[in-house]
Every structure is written in C-alpha cells, then in structure tokens.
C-alpha cells in the first residue's frame, strides 16, 4: 500500500508541474501575443501615415506634418540623450525637451484628427488649420535650434582637441628636425669667401 500511495504521489506532483510549465508557457505566448499585435498596430499606423502623406490636400499636408514632427521630435532626443551620455552638463534642457514631446504628442493626436475630418468633409476650417501649422512651426522650431545649440557644443570641444593636436604636431616636427652642424656651417661660409675671392675686382 505504500508503494502505490509513493507512486500516487509523484504522478501527482508530475501532473503539477507539467501544469505549472503549462500555464507559463500559455502566459509567455499571451505575453509576447500582445506586445507583437502592439507592435504590428504601430507599423500599420507609420504605413497608413506614410500612404496619406504621399496624396494632395489639407489632410495630406497635415500627415506631413505628423511625420515632420515625429522625425524632429526623435532627432532632438536622441541629441540629447547622446550629450546627457558624454557627461555633458544640461542643465534644465532634459526637462525642456520633455516637455516639447508632450505637446508635440497632443500636437500629433490634434493634426491626426484634423486630417480624418478633411478626408470624409470638404469643409474647411482654415483657422484651425492656420493655428495647427503655427504650432507645427514653433515646436520643430524649437527641437531645431536645441539640436544646432548641441551641435555648436560639440564642435567647441572638438575644436579645442584640434587645436591642441596641431600645438602637439608642430613641437614634433620642429623636434624632430636636425639641428644644424656649426662645421657646415663654416664649410659653407668659407666656400663663400673664396668664391668670392677668385672673381674679377670688376665683377664684385
């Protein structure tokens, strides 16, 4: 009876872990599931964007400019990110550009519903429009000059290497040159003087 009780057990325990395995393995692909349909809707939103950009019209002009802000948007960041990664000192710019991005995503959600309503309305509404490129302007504007102010930076501090690198090469390349033999030196100046003397007195 023990026997069959011990065996009873360890199917028992067996069948657990099989379960167990079960369920983490369903919960894993449910997981990854979500994150490829996550994944799958956000390239199918950049596709059908890039499509509606590419027509004529209000709705198109306003995809563009979706696209235009999303591209400066991301270059910005990663400016930053980059500069935060070299120790560069900031200062309050990561914040400023954080803030930049959550305006240009509301920005974004506005220009997106804009461009649906132009695309089943032929009603225009050229003052929402009017103020939709003007924020459009100011924000890229903005993200544009934080990348041009980053980059001056850089160019400073290359600079400055490169200024130093030609000090450096210069001091090696007057080191490096031979001084000059005081016995040439004399060889030459008596070679001179009796050229000198073997020329006519009309000649001199």
């Not at 920005?107 to 309503?117: K, S, T, V």
Request: net charge neutral.
């Amino acid at each position: 009876m023990a026997s069959i009780g011990t065996f009873i057990t360890i199917v028992l325990v067996i069948l657990l872990f099989l379960l167990l395995m079960g369920a983490a393995g369903i919960y894993l692909l449910v997981k990854v599931g979500k994150k490829a349909t996550k994944k799958a809707r956000k390239v199918s939103t950049r596709v059908a964007s890039h499509m509606a950009a590419m027509g004529t019209g209000d709705a198109a002009e306003t995809e563009r400019m979706r696209l235009d802000l999303r591209r400066e948007v991301s270059l910005t960041r990663q400016a930053v990110d980059q500069a935060l990664h070299d120790g560069w000192g900031l200062g309050d710019l990561p914040h400023l550009v954080a803030e930049i991005s959550t305006h240009a995503d509301q920005l974004d959600a506005q220009l997106g519903i804009y461009a649906q309503e132009r695309r089943v309305s032929a009603y225009v509404d050229h003052t929402a429009l009017g103020r939709l490129r003007d924020h459009h302007a100011k924000l890229t504007t903005a993200c544009a000059r934080i990348r041009a102010d980053l980059l001056n930076d850089r160019m400073t501090h290359a600079a400055g290497g490169i200024d130093e690198l030609q000090s450096r090469t210069d001091l090696e390349i007057e080191a490096r040159r031979r001084a000059p033999d005081p016995l040439d030196q004399i060889d030459e100046l008596y070679n001179r003087t009796m050229v000198e003397r073997s020329r006519p007195d009309d000649l001199r």
